[in-house]
T-cell receptor, first 113, second 116 residues
Framework: AQTVTQSQPEMSVQEAETVTLSCTYD???????LFWYKQPPSRQMILVIR??????QNATENRFSVNFQKAAKSFSLKISDSQLGDTAMYFC??????????FGTGTSLTVIP | GAVVSQHPSRVICKSGTSVKIECRSL??????MFWYRQFPKQSLMLMAT?????????EQGVEKDKFLINHASLTLSTLTVTSAHPEDSSFYIC????????????FGNGTRLTVT
């Protein structure tokens, strides 16, 4: 089975600053997909960014970018110019041909005004 | 696009009764739907995976006779909590994907179930 590890249960960042959330995973597969989801207090799961493992270029979505290190099995999320609305739980997720998503335990991010 | 509607958002029921939660993909056909349970400040725990027209695959430890899942069409899956007990109180989230290799999960808004 695949495992996804988020080693930072809680983090905080000052508004307008940059923060990086870490995620590592364990798999023997070569082709897979990685995602970051955000869950604000409303509890709606929102897709933040996705990365295909066969692509070497790191994905970016506006203020959100990833640092994908395939050999190290690392998939960190960088949030630039943090905003109050970024306060949420962030989940890293792994998906492969087994048709299952595996979620990490989550990182609770608080943006401080 | 890719909207998943989950209903109801909140439900309170008495112990021993059954509750049905609906999950609909509004603008796409969902070949696979997933049901998760989430405890406060914890991650999503996969309960079962359902494919349209076939029986759901339950995760180890999830009672299939208690959590009945039906996926009768490509746009609708239902989770019925039968003979609910207070320990079934939780947040239940459905999600769906189109089946394409890189398509992400699209989530419903979740259902807060309280069993009194």
């Amino acid at each position: 089975a695949q495992t996804v590890t988020q080693s930072q249960p809680e983090m905080s960042v000052q508004e307008a600053e940059t923060v990086t959330l870490s995620c590592t995973y364990d798999t023997s597969e070569s082709n897979y997909y990685l995602f970051w989801y955000k869950q604000p207090p409303s509890r709606q799961m929102i897709l933040v960014i996705r990365q295909e493992a066969y692509k070497q270029q790191n994905a970016t979505e506006n203020r959100f970018s990833v640092n994908f290190q395939k050999a190290a099995k690392s998939f960190s999320l960088k949030i630039s110019d943090s905003q109050l609305g970024d306060t949420a739980m962030y989940f890293c997720a792994f998906f492969s041909t087994g048709n299952q998503f595996y979620f990490g335990t989550g990182t609770s991010l608080t943006v401080i005004p | 696009g890719a909207v998943v509607s989950q209903h109801p958002s909140r439900v309170i029921c008495k112990s021993g009764t059954s509750v049905k939660i609906e999950c609909r993909s509004l603008d796409f056909q969902a070949t696979t739907m997933f049901w998760y349970r989430q405890f406060p400040k914890q991650s999503l725990m996969l309960m079962a995976t359902s494919n349209e027209g076939s029986k759901a695959t339950y995760e180890q430890g999830v009672e299939k006779d208690k959590f009945l899942i039906n996926h009768a069409s490509l746009t609708l899956s239902t989770l019925t909590v039968t003979s609910a007990h207070p320990e079934d109180s939780s947040f239940y989230i459905c999600s769906a994907r189109t089946g394409l290799g890189h398509s992400p999960l699209h989530f419903g808004n979740g259902t807060r179930l309280t069993v009194t």
